[in-house]
């Protein structure tokens, strides 16, 4: 007997049952349905979750000098100076992981300008910071490659400076003093909120790494040209613990340092932010694997429900198969691809169903939704691997029945 | 002589029912030549349906022998003796046995699915069984759509359908009037003049009447085995049945 006529065995006996074979199949619509709008809204929400967070800098690495020691007291990060400008540039140049490598003065003041004056952080830093620390300019205009050069008094303002020295009015071209040195206003800085740690990212002041060093901080003398860091962003797709082994292995040649020897730098990145994102899809994955299991189960219970009536109701019919020739595994065959059909017919409504009320949902709640293929595939898969699992039992059943038994069977 | 298509020895069959054993056949041994007629006869319980059956395959035998044409079928797994009922075995049942909502034709060719017939194939040979019983036009039928007679004919076509040895028939007539009885006997006989072997068991002598060697069974033994001298004509029975009828109709 082959599968062909089995099936058409199969579909002949569903009809005959119309309602009770589709309230059997609605435990399967139902939880395939489930499955694939959970999907698709889980994943729709996930993606923009993952757009979110890569805003935050999960790809970034911030390089400090390593810390010094001072007569047996340990001075904790950032307190060596062997860090330099030129390090940051070469990392540019010679890893190719990374997209924009920065280095960056730090320092603090008091800023008068406009109606006011503001105690702020200001930052020196060359044109890749913008690039490394996702900073876009509002109004005006960035840094240009003369103003680093000549150590110009540029300055750009964040948007909580901007506010609280210049109110309403426009701060572009006005002239503000940082620790006293005069400095114009070429633009303001798209306003980015708070950080995770809950620090304002907007107060702050940018301004050419060349005038923080020469004309505020007064460092410009020795040959070193020392850095307080160095902000570097890697390349979409490239791994991060890669770019940092190989930013290492450029730094300890740099600063020749033996193999035995520890860092004289450290290399920080956003290791909480990136494992709070794989945790969060984590979670999401069992979720939906807890609702599709449930609700399929539920389903493939329903379905060996019926198959076991069934079974019974037509013990006469099988007792006749039997009595003109039906093996016991024609008759399991029967059964089971039976189960199957009812199971992959309920799968392919849920996800008719599942697909339509995604799209719906989508529209309505204006919810970035996902589809893929692979959900569809999964639940095709899994309705039919439901009708095998709970159609073997009443199938083997019904397999296992003697023929004179089943042919009297009242 | 040559084999006998049925040897039965010292067949036995016994149940467990609720806790204590039922001998249901007692060591039965009778021969069955290929062509005969034979009506199974006694009262119920007498054994004479677990004599049918153990014939059929439906059923194995706790004791004795039973050989089908020659070979030991008693002891053969079930899938064997699947394809012995499906290959050399036809059934007709005092219910008929047709599965509902499923055309004749489709019911007549049941058994050709589990020989692996192909499809067109089993469509041909069941419009040619359906045609031997005179149903040629109802071959889109239901069950729900025929008469008993018409029924049972559709189910003595399924149980030519794969060409036997062997018809069994359980009470073919049970379930019809008088005169659709004596349809149907015509066509077993009909079959049997043709050089089918019909088996057949009753508890009317009116239809034991039409075989040519009616057993008695009681109390799970044979207790007569005779030869009929004149078998009655089924065929002429239910033409003088149809007369009267007719007769019946005219008077006002």
Same mark, same amino acid.
């Given at each position: 007997m082959n599968v062909l006529a089995s099936i058409r065995i199969a579909l002949r006996a569903l009809r005959i049952n119309k309602l009770r074979s589709a309230l059997t199949m609605l435990g399967i619509i139902i939880g395939v349905a489930a499955v694939i709008t959970m999907i698709a809204v889980g994943s729709g929400a996930q993606s923009q979750i993952e757009d979110q967070i890569k805003g935050l800098g999960t790809n970034l690495i911030i390089l400090m000098p390593g810390s010094s020691t001072s007569g047996g007291v340990r001075m904790g990060a &950032?307190?060596?100076?062997?860090?330099?400008e030129e390090d940051g540039y070469a990392i540019q140049r010679d890893v190719s992981a990374v997209q924009a490598s920065a280095p960056t003065l730090r320092g603090t003041g008091q800023v008068v300008g406009g109606s006011g004056n503001w105690s702020t952080v200001f930052y020196g830093v060359s044109p890749e910071y913008f690039e490394a620390r996702n900073w876009v300019v509002a109004q005006g205009k960035g840094f240009e490659a003369a103003d680093i050069a000549g150590s110009a008094k540029v300055a750009l303002l964040g948007d909580t400076v901007a506010r609280n020295l210049? &109110?309403?009015?426009?701060?572009?071209g006005q002239v503000i003093r940082i620790r006293k040195v005069p400095f114009t206003v070429i633009g303001t800085l798209e306003k980015k909120g708070q950080s995770l740690m809950g620090q304002d990212q907007d107060d702050v002041i940018l301004m050419p790494i060349s005038t923080a060093r020469n004309r505020v901080l007064g460092q410009g003398a020795g040959r070193l040209r020392t850095v307080g860091s160095v902000s570097i962003k890697i390349r979409d797709g490239e791994s991060m613990t890669e770019a940092e082994a190989q930013i290492r292995e450029l730094l300890r040649q740099r600063h020749r340092i033996q193999p035995a020897q520890e860092d004289d730098f450290t290399l920080r990145n956003l290791s909480e932010v990136l494992s709070a994102r794989e945790e969060s899809s984590k979670i999401m994955g069992l979720l939906l694997a807890a609702v599709a299991s449930v609700s399929l189960l539920v389903g493939g219970i329903g379905i060996m429900n019926i198959m076991l009536v069934s079974v019974t109701e037509r013990t006469r019919e099988i007792g006749l198969r039997m009595a003109v020739g039906a093996r016991g595994r024609d008759i399991l065959t029967q059964f089971l691809v039976e189960a199957i059909t009812l199971a992959l017919i309920g799968g392919l409504l849920g996800i008719a169903l599942g697909v339509s009320s995604s799209v719906a949902i989508g529209k309505l709640a204006g919810w970035p939704i996902q589809l893929g293929i692979e959900p569809v595939a999964l639940a095709v898969g899994f309705s039919a691997a439901i009708g095998i699992f709970f159609g073997f039992y009443p199938a083997r059943k019904a397999s296992r029945l003697l023929p004179i038994e089943a042919l009297r069977y009242e | 002589m040559s084999t006998p298509l049925i040897t039965t020895r010292e067949l036995a069959k016994s149940y467990a029912l609720g806790g204590f054993t039922v001998q249901a056949l007692r060591g039965v041994s009778v021969e069955i030549n290929a062509g005969e007629f034979v009506a199974v006869m006694g009262p119920s319980g007498s054994g004479k349906s677990t004599f049918m059956n153990l014939l059929g395959c439906l059923d194995t035998p706790s004791g004795g022998e039973y050989l089908l044409a020659g070979d030991r079928?008693?002891?053969?797994?079930s899938d064997a003796l699947a394809a012995i009922r499906n290959r050399r075995i036809g059934f007709v049942f005092q219910s008929f046995n047709l599965l509902p909502r499923t055309s004749a034709l489709e019911n007549i060719a049941l058994p050709l699915l589990y020989s692996g017939v192909a499809g067109e194939e089993r469509n041909r040979r069941a419009t040619a069984r359906l045609a031997e019983v005179g149903l040629a036009d109802r071959g889109h039928h239901h069950p729900a759509q025929l008469s008993g007679g018409q029924q049972q004919r559709v189910a003595i076509a399924r149980a030519l359908v794969n060409d036997p040895v062997l018809i069994l028939a359980d009470e073919?007539?049970?379930?019809?009037d008088t005169q659709t009885s004596c349809e149907v006997m015509a066509l077993l006989q009909q079959l049997n003049a043709q050089g089918m072997t019909v088996v057949l068991v009753t508890h009317e002598h009116d239809i034991a009447e039409f075989a040519k060697r009616v057993i008695t069974f009681r109390d799970g033994r044979v207790i007569e085995d005779h030869m009929v001298e004149r078998p009655k004509d089924a065929a002429v029975l239910a033409a003088q049945l149809r007369a009267e009828q007719v007769v019946e109709e005219a008077r006002p």
């Amino acid at each position: 007997m082959n599968v062909l006529a089995s099936i058409r065995i199969a579909l002949r006996a569903l009809r005959i049952n119309k309602l009770r074979s589709a309230l059997t199949m609605l435990g399967i619509i139902i939880g395939v349905a489930a499955v694939i709008t959970m999907i698709a809204v889980g994943s729709g929400a996930q993606s923009q979750i993952e757009d979110q967070i890569k805003g935050l800098g999960t790809n970034l690495i911030i390089l400090m000098p390593g810390s010094s020691t001072s007569g047996g007291v340990r001075m904790g990060a &950032g307190s060596r100076n062997t860090l330099t400008e030129e390090d940051g540039y070469a990392i540019q140049r010679d890893v190719s992981a990374v997209q924009a490598s920065a280095p960056t003065l730090r320092g603090t003041g008091q800023v008068v300008g406009g109606s006011g004056n503001w105690s702020t952080v200001f930052y020196g830093v060359s044109p890749e910071y913008f690039e490394a620390r996702n900073w876009v300019v509002a109004q005006g205009k960035g840094f240009e490659a003369a103003d680093i050069a000549g150590s110009a008094k540029v300055a750009l303002l964040g948007d909580t400076v901007a506010r609280n020295l210049f &109110g309403d009015t426009d701060p572009v071209g006005q002239v503000i003093r940082i620790r006293k040195v005069p400095f114009t206003v070429i633009g303001t800085l798209e306003k980015k909120g708070q950080s995770l740690m809950g620090q304002d990212q907007d107060d702050v002041i940018l301004m050419p790494i060349s005038t923080a060093r020469n004309r505020v901080l007064g460092q410009g003398a020795g040959r070193l040209r020392t850095v307080g860091s160095v902000s570097i962003k890697i390349r979409d797709g490239e791994s991060m613990t890669e770019a940092e082994a190989q930013i290492r292995e450029l730094l300890r040649q740099r600063h020749r340092i033996q193999p035995a020897q520890e860092d004289d730098f450290t290399l920080r990145n956003l290791s909480e932010v990136l494992s709070a994102r794989e945790e969060s899809s984590k979670i999401m994955g069992l979720l939906l694997a807890a609702v599709a299991s449930v609700s399929l189960l539920v389903g493939g219970i329903g379905i060996m429900n019926i198959m076991l009536v069934s079974v019974t109701e037509r013990t006469r019919e099988i007792g006749l198969r039997m009595a003109v020739g039906a093996r016991g595994r024609d008759i399991l065959t029967q059964f089971l691809v039976e189960a199957i059909t009812l199971a992959l017919i309920g799968g392919l409504l849920g996800i008719a169903l599942g697909v339509s009320s995604s799209v719906a949902i989508g529209k309505l709640a204006g919810w970035p939704i996902q589809l893929g293929i692979e959900p569809v595939a999964l639940a095709v898969g899994f309705s039919a691997a439901i009708g095998i699992f709970f159609g073997f039992y009443p199938a083997r059943k019904a397999s296992r029945l003697l023929p004179i038994e089943a042919l009297r069977y009242e | 002589m040559s084999t006998p298509l049925i040897t039965t020895r010292e067949l036995a069959k016994s149940y467990a029912l609720g806790g204590f054993t039922v001998q249901a056949l007692r060591g039965v041994s009778v021969e069955i030549n290929a062509g005969e007629f034979v009506a199974v006869m006694g009262p119920s319980g007498s054994g004479k349906s677990t004599f049918m059956n153990l014939l059929g395959c439906l059923d194995t035998p706790s004791g004795g022998e039973y050989l089908l044409a020659g070979d030991r079928v008693s002891g053969l797994g079930s899938d064997a003796l699947a394809a012995i009922r499906n290959r050399r075995i036809g059934f007709v049942f005092q219910s008929f046995n047709l599965l509902p909502r499923t055309s004749a034709l489709e019911n007549i060719a049941l058994p050709l699915l589990y020989s692996g017939v192909a499809g067109e194939e089993r469509n041909r040979r069941a419009t040619a069984r359906l045609a031997e019983v005179g149903l040629a036009d109802r071959g889109h039928h239901h069950p729900a759509q025929l008469s008993g007679g018409q029924q049972q004919r559709v189910a003595i076509a399924r149980a030519l359908v794969n060409d036997p040895v062997l018809i069994l028939a359980d009470e073919p007539t049970g379930a019809l009037d008088t005169q659709t009885s004596c349809e149907v006997m015509a066509l077993l006989q009909q079959l049997n003049a043709q050089g089918m072997t019909v088996v057949l068991v009753t508890h009317e002598h009116d239809i034991a009447e039409f075989a040519k060697r009616v057993i008695t069974f009681r109390d799970g033994r044979v207790i007569e085995d005779h030869m009929v001298e004149r078998p009655k004509d089924a065929a002429v029975l239910a033409a003088q049945l149809r007369a009267e009828q007719v007769v019946e109709e005219a008077r006002p």
